[in-house]
């Protein structure tokens, strides 16, 4: 079956701490990976996304995300967390053949401490 | 990417009553989708809502309570039907501009059913 897995319900960093967000997925076929931001009242933004190429993915914001095939991952990154970083994340996969349906985790809400 | 617009931005309502939400783009897409995301839980796509014919159920989801209408390529409209308290969550609708996959989101509405 297909699936999303986002482990961490709930993750606290200091601000100016290294951030990683992890995801794993289960899909049939080539996977397209997409990394979602959903601030408090606010609709998602996508923030990257992997079709194919690179496996080191940047995005908006500063974040990347590395996809890793063998470990069905795509955790997202971010070297340097600020306060505004504070929100819901999701991962989210889709697949090649075009019918634009996405699966979505589970979410982890982010909690940046001063 | 696209700018995505959504009618009521929020709204409470009788349980037994029916909303219509509209979801409006700036441009022509080639795919439209309708989510819903409850209360602290992730999103799970409703249905694809196809130009000019039925709308394409998700399992769990039913015409009879979600009535879902794309007359152009820039419009759709999602009704929840007959509501209950369940139905109370965040409706979304999203669209795939192009061949690109990206998924953008518009901002939500807000249904609260008492």
């Known amino acids: 079956a297909q699936s999303v897995t986002q482990p961490d319900i709930h993750i606290t960093v200091s601000e100016g701490a290294s951030l990683e967000l992890r995801c794993n997925y289960s899909?049939?076929?080539?996977?397209?990976l997409f990394w979602y931001v959903q601030s408090p009242g606010q609709g998602l933004q996508l923030l990257l996304k992997?079709?194919?190429?690179?496996?080191l993915v940047q995005g908006i914001k500063g974040f990347e995300a590395e996809f890793k095939r063998s470990q069905s991952s795509f955790n997202l990154r971010k070297p340097s967390v600020h306060w505004s970083d504070a929100a819901e994340y999701f991962c989210?996969?889709?697949?090649?053949?075009?019918?634009?349906?996405?699966?979505f985790g589970q979410g982890t809400t982010l909690q940046v401490k001063p | 990417s696209a700018v995505i617009s959504q009618k009521p931005s929020r709204d409470i309502c009788q349980r037994g009553t029916s909303l219509t939400i509209q979801c409006q783009v700036d441009?022509?897409?080639?795919?439209m989708f309708w989510y819903r995301q409850q209360p602290g839980q992730s999103l799970t796509l409703i249905a694809t809502?196809?130009?000019?014919?039925?709308?394409?159920?998700e399992s769990g989801f039913v015409i009879d309570k979600f009535p879902i209408s794309r007359p152009n390529l820039t419009f759709s409209t999602l009704t929840v039907s007959n509501m209950s308290p369940e139905d109370s969550s965040i409706y979304l609708c999203?669209?795939?501009?192009?061949?690109?996959?990206?998924?953008?989101f518009g901002p939500g509405t807000r249904l609260t059913v008492t």
């Open positions: 999203s669209v795939v501009a192009g061949y690109t996959y990206e998924q953008y």
């Open positions: 899909y049939g076929a080539t996977p397209y």
């Open positions: 992997y079709f194919s190429g690179d496996t």
């Open positions: 989210a996969v889709g697949g090649s053949s075009n019918t634009g349906k996405l699966i």
């Open positions: 441009s022509q897409v080639t795919m």
């Open positions: 809502a196809n130009q000019g014919s039925e709308a394409t159920y």
